[in-house]
């Protein structure tokens, strides 16, 4: 014990409370600690991700709303920061305030509360915080992505693995879930992040052009080939390229990208010349890519090649109170854009948000609460503001649909990444080839286009 509180006579402590005066004052102590102070509860997860390991103090006597209640769990589940709780009886009662206390802190203090009782714990708190050192917090490899539900935290800890590798990787999702995002996250947490990272939308290139645009041209290779181009493919040379709506490619572009893949070289139009490139692909797409290799819009062998490691985006509506959060990011982001203060969003408003079906995902949630922040004149925005009243409300789904959705989900997958050979899907699965069987009967998972039949 001693030799941890040595560790922390100069450290920083972060002190977290609405109060400038709440009975938290460390002075005369004989520590030397630096004090930062944070006020609103939105700033508290910006100034923790900055800090080096250390205690904090989080000042739990008064109320806070749900949507706070949200930020702070997201602040507190940085494993650098050891947090120590002031707190009331009164308080003490709220499931919310309990269950903040179990899962984040290592102590806690009630009110009236002696110094050097604090003071104890908050020693205690620092010298556990010193052991982790100047590792990054857990959370590094996110980027700017928002995130605390499950289905998010798997998904940044699979980012954080294939960021880690070379191997091409495939990013699905619906359309605005932040794909783009993700793929700009990993090439950010590789080893090639000095590099570019170049992002098309292949669907946004009228299809005469696709070629031209990927893969370069020389001067005079078609008509108004004046000069040289350098496509975007030799421009991510060294980068991360992400080709997004690759299901659009048209498919004698998949044949030409086909071919670079296996040969790490391009020819542009109208050249001689093989030029060698290193660079990682990622692409995405919101188009069912194994539907589209049954209708043979997409080219099977390109698929396998794209696919080697896979990355699934969830929609918002599976991301609860992520809504919330994401929400209050872009409020605190684009508040002052208002023409007033703007004091979060109202008890109708939250309840919307969570109840309604986001088909336009992460993108959807950023235009309504800019246009809602431009337009309001409520002191807290409303649903009305947000044009989520009566709008359309997420179907009730029950428990036995949410688990028939997940299996006919993962085998669809499994089946994919095995070129659609039951038997090693099976084994990765664990089930027998006779199970797979009759459960891709009853999902209506067909295989005859693909490689399985006959085995
Ligand atoms: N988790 C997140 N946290 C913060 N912002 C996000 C998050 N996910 C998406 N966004 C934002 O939402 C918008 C849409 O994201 P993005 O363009 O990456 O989606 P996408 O899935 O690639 O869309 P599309 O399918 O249309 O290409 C962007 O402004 C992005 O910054």
Redesign the pocket.
Known sequence: MDRLCKASRTAQIVVVSRHEDFGFDPSGSGTEWEIRRVQQIRDVERVVRACPPTAGVIDLQSDYSEAEFTQLEQALQYLHITWVAITSDTMLAHERVRRLIRDYCVDYVRMPFSMPDLLYSLRHAQGMASLHGTRAPESAS?G????ECAA?RAMFRSLAKVAHNEAPVF?S????????????AIHDASSRRKGPFIAI?CGAIPSHLVQSELFGYEKGAFTGANQRKVGWIEQAQGGTLFL??IGDLPLESQVALLRFLQQGMITRLGGHQSIPLNLRIIS???VDLVVAQTDGRFRSDLFHRLCVLTLT?PA?RERGE?ILL?AN??LAEHGHEAHRRIRGFSACATQAMMQYAWPG???E??NRVRRAIVMTDNRKITAEDLQLHGGAELPRKTLDAIREEAEREAIRTVMASHGFHVVPAARELNVSRVTLYRLMHKHNIRVESHAAVGE
């Open positions: 996110r700017t992505m928002i995130g998010m990013i999702g619906e359309s605005g879930t932040g794909k783009e995002l993700a793929a700009q939308n997004d709506e995405a797409t919101h985006i918002l992520d994401l990011a872009v995902n992460v993108r949630l950023i």
